[in-house]
């Protein structure tokens, strides 16, 4: 079979804004190493080439001439990129097509989020013009619900299948008159990479004896940041000597949580931390007297690994969640997730995460405290969410949901 994944976002640091990067970039992969021709149509790095093969797997850089006049990433100037990606790409699209099928191969395109709606109507267009439209594929997914207005509804449907990423999504989605399938989330091979003991071991020296909280997440309200500083102050109050690690964004809301930190007496400390697990390491040296390490600097996924291992609890308790990849990441990583009121799909209370059912910072504080008083409790959630992350693994939802689904509409 040869796919076609449409998304604005993609591998490139240029293209990479949010958890749109994570999912493209993961399920193209995993389906260029299932051994499937793979195409990834997205708005990439002006400088790099527009073409570019991997084996199975070939990233296209589209509407480059217009990044050229955008530095500022992906989503810099994406009325014109928007423009020209729907009109321009579809035709490209069609000519693929037509070889395709002239040589029996099936054709499959997945298309993510509101920018690539447009061009799906195009394409789907183009398509039916050309009596082609029977013979090819055509899902649309939406992973949150930025821009859903501005979707042609009664069109999409016809002119796609409709997925999203979990059931919270598909029942906020009802209110547009559409029933979108469920096909979650994955993750990638090297998010079940582990982390070496000694490493582990190191991380815990450092910060010994400290409560570790860990919180990754871009500084937006809906993900409960200015709770996330009240859980740390009442941490402290109870003599805990609680230590969050956090890493947000450039976003304004930013500076809004680290006033209200010191507005509760918490201390902040900023690092900037090179790559990998020593350079994580080496920003915790002298921080006894922080509350909060707040890291401007990238973190890379291994620095995360470890981060997610050894903390006693990631705080991925936001208020509106679509799917909630940080959770699954730390479950991956044999960490303890703290998910919040939204309802992660993958979360179960006391078994495999901490899942919050209130707003209140002393819900938060009574379930930390609760684990740490009962260590072997806390090592199976660890075992349990790394049994269930295992489940979300790209190779396993293109197996068990992706694949039935082409099954289901090609009938």
Same mark, same amino acid.
């Given at each position: 079979m040869q796919f076609h994944i449409l998304s604005f976002e993609g591998p490139d640091a240029y293209s990479r804004a949010g958890g749109l990067a994570s999912r493209v970039t993961g399920l193209s992969a995993q389906l260029a190493a299932l051994g499937q021709e793979t195409h990834l149509w997205f708005v990439g790095d002006p400088?790099?080439?527009?073409?570019?093969?991997?084996?199975? %797997?070939?990233?296209h850089r589209w509407c480059q001439w217009i990044s050229n006049h955008h530095p500022g990433g992906v989503y810099d100037g994406e009325h014109g990129k928007r423009y020209d990606y729907s009109e321009s790409l579809p035709p490209f699209l069609l000519h693929l097509v037509m070889k395709a099928l002239r040589n029996d191969t099936p054709v499959t395109f997945l298309a993510e989020e509101w920018h690539t709606a447009p061009a799906v109507l195009h394409l789907d267009e183009l398509l039916?013009?050309?009596g082609l439209r029977h013979r090819v594929r055509i899902l649309w997914n939406?992973?949150?619900?930025?821009? %859903?207005e501005?979707?042609?509804w009664n069109r999409m449907s016809e002119a796609a299948t409709l997925t999203t990423v979990s059931r919270y999504m598909k029942h906020a989605m009802h209110p547009f008159g559409v029933d979108p399938v469920v096909i979650p989330n994955g993750l990638e091979p090297t998010a079940f990479d582990p982390v070496a003991p000694e490493a582990v071991e190191q991380f815990a020296n450092t910060i010994a004896p400290r409560l570790v909280l860990a919180k990754v997440a871009r500084f937006d309200p809906d993900k409960r940041w200015l709770a996330t500083v009240e859980i740390v102050a009442e941490l402290k109050q109870r003599g805990a000597r609680p230590l969050l690690i956090a890493r947000g964004g450039m976003e304004a809301h930013g500076r809004e949580v680290l006033a209200r930190a010191r507005e509760l007496g918490l201390s902040i400390g900023e690092r900037n931390a090179k790559p990998g697990v020593k350079g994580l390491i080496s920003a915790l040296q002298h921080i006894d007297n922080i509350d909060i390490l707040h890291l401007r600097s990238h973190l890379d996924p291994e620095a995360r690994r470890m981060l997610f291992r050894c903390a006693s609890a990631v705080l991925a308790n936001s208020s509106r969640e679509p799917f909630g990849l940080v959770g699954l990441e730390a479950m991956a990583a044999h960490g303890i997730a703290c998910t919040g009121i939204s309802g992660e799909d993958y979360a179960v209370p006391g078994h495999n995460a901490i899942v919050l059912q209130t707003h209140a910072p002393s819900e938060a504080v009574a379930q930390i405290e609760r684990l740490q008083l009962r260590p072997?409790?806390?090592?199976?959630i660890r075992r349990a969410g790394a049994t269930t992350a295992r489940n979300y693994a790209w190779g396993t939802v293109i197996e068990r949901n992706l694949i039935p689904q082409l099954e289901l509409s090609s009938l």
């Open positions: 400088r790099l080439p527009g073409h570019e093969s991997r084996d199975k %797997l070939h990233l039916r013009r050309h939406a992973n949150n619900m930025f821009g %859903l501005h979707v042609d072997l409790e806390a090592r199976e």
